[in-house]
C-alpha cells in the first residue's frame, strides 16, 4: 500500500528559477497576537498560508476574537474583554500559542494558558517568560498543565535581564510592558527581525518602544493601544532555505520577498562555500557552478547562524568537499533527524551539539521521516542530491512552514510528487 503524507523527489536536479517567498511565520504568528492588544480590527498582511496560521486564529477565536483568513490576510477583530484561557487542545498543535500570555495577562490582569509540553527540537522550557512576567508583578504559578498568572493591580514597569536573548521570552514581556505602568528594560533581548516587525506593529499601535534591534529594549507603558493594519517581514529561514538548496544542486535560484541582510551570515557561508551571491532589494540570487566546498558553521541567537537553517547548512556539509563542523548552540534536540540524514548515505558523526561532517559527492535515495518543520525540508532538499528518488514521510511537519513547497519545488525544475493526508481541519 503507498504510505500517505509523503513528498517524493528525483535526484539529481539543478535548481533554476525565481521563487516567490512569503510572510514569516514565526513574525505573522505573534503579530496575531499582537492584535490581542487593541480592541477593535486589526489586519495582519502578507501572512503565509500554512496550518500554525490556521491554528492561531482559532486560538483567537476561542479568546472571543472575529477573525478571517482571506487570502494572505488575517483579519482580527477583538473584543473589548478578550477571554483569558487557551487551552491544551490548540496549544499542543502550536507551541507559538504561549505568545498570548503577555498580552491576555496585559489585557485581563489574568490570564490560563496550557502548558506546550515537550518538542521534537528539544525540551524548551519557560522559566524566562515566567521570570520577566514575575518582575512586572506578575503571581504566576502551575497547575493541572497550565500556567496561570495573575497581575490583579496591573503590571509595572520592571528592569529584566534574560540568561539567554530567547526570541519567545522577549516577545511576551515585550508584549505585557507596553500596556504596563512605567518603564520596562529588558536586557540581552532578542535581536531577531521578526521581533523588529513586532516592535514595528507595536509602535504604529501607539506603543512606546526604544532599541528594537539591540540587545536593550526600552518600553514606557501606555494607556491603550489602537489597532492598526501591518505588513509582516518576509521569511527569512525559507529563502535561505532556497539559497541552501540553490547551492547543493549547483543552481541558479532569484529569492524574491525576503531581504538578504536578514541572512547575512548565512550568505556569506555560501560565498565560503563557493557561491556566488548577487543581492538586491527585497531579494538575492545565489548561483553555484561547482560542488561546494565544506564549511564550518556555527548557529548562534541573531544575527548570528539561524538554528532553523541547521537542517540545510547538515545537508549542504553532506555534499560539500571536505570536511565540516557543524555546531548547535539553540536547541538540545536539532540533531535528533540527523539519523534519517544518515539514511540517505550522509556521513555524519555528532557528539553533544557538535556534528563532524564528511562530504559525500552523491547522497543515495531512501524512504526517511520528517521528525520538524526544518528537518523535513532539509530531507527533501538532501534528496535533490541522492541518486533516485527520496521519499520523506510526515511531510505534514513542512506544512506548518512551508506553504507553496511542492509547487515551489516544481517551478524551479525538480520532479516532485506528493502523496496527500486528509488531515486538515482548519480553512483558509
Ligand atoms: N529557553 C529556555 N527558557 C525560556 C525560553 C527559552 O530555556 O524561558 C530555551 C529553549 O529551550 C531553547 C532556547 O532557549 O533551547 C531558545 O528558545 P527561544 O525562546 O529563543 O525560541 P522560541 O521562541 O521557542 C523561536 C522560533 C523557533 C526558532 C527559535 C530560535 C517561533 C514560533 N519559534 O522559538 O522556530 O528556532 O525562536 O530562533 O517563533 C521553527 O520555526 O521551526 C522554529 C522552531
Known sequence: MARVDVIRVKGGARLAGDVRVGGAKNSALKLMAVALLAEGRSVVSNVPRITDIAIMAEVLRRLGCDVTLEGTEAIIDVPAEPGSEADYDLVRRLRASICVLGPL?????????ALPGGDMIGSRGLDMHVSGLARMGAEISGEHGFVIASAPAGLRGAKIWLDFPSVGATENILMAAVLAK??????????????VDICNMLVEMGAKIEGAGSSTLIVEGVEALKPVRHETIGDRIVGGTWAFASV???????????????????????????????????????????????????????PGFATDLLPMALGLAAVAEGSSLITENIFDGRFM???EMVRLGADIRTDGHHAVVNGRDRLSGAPVRATDIRAGAGLVIAGLCADGVTEVGEVHHID??????????????????????????FDF
Open 105 to 113: 495577562l496585559a489585557r485581563r490582569g489574568y490570564v490560563r494558558v
Open 182 to 195: 512605567g518603564v520596562t528594560e529588558i536586557d540581552n533581548a532578542a535581536r531577531e527581525p521578526e521581533i
Open 248 to 302: 547543493m544542486t549547483r543552481g541558479d535560484v532569484t529569492v524574491h520577498g525576503v531581504r538578504p541582510e536578514f541572512l547575512d551570515i548565512a550568505l556569506d557561508k555560501l560565498v565560503t562555500a563557493g557561491a556566488r551571491v548577487e543581492p538586491g532589494d527585497n531579494r538575492f540570487r545565489v548561483v553555484m557552478a561547482d560542488r561546494p566546498r565544506g564549511v564550518d558553521i556555527v548557529t548562534l541567537p541573531y
Open 337 to 339: 533527524f540527523v539519523n
Open 400 to 425: 506548518r512552514g512551508y506553504p507553496d513547497f511542492v509547487s515551489d519545488l516544481e517551478n524551479l525544475g525538480v520532479e516532485v510528487e506528493r502523496t496527500d493526508v486528509p488531515e486538515p481541519t
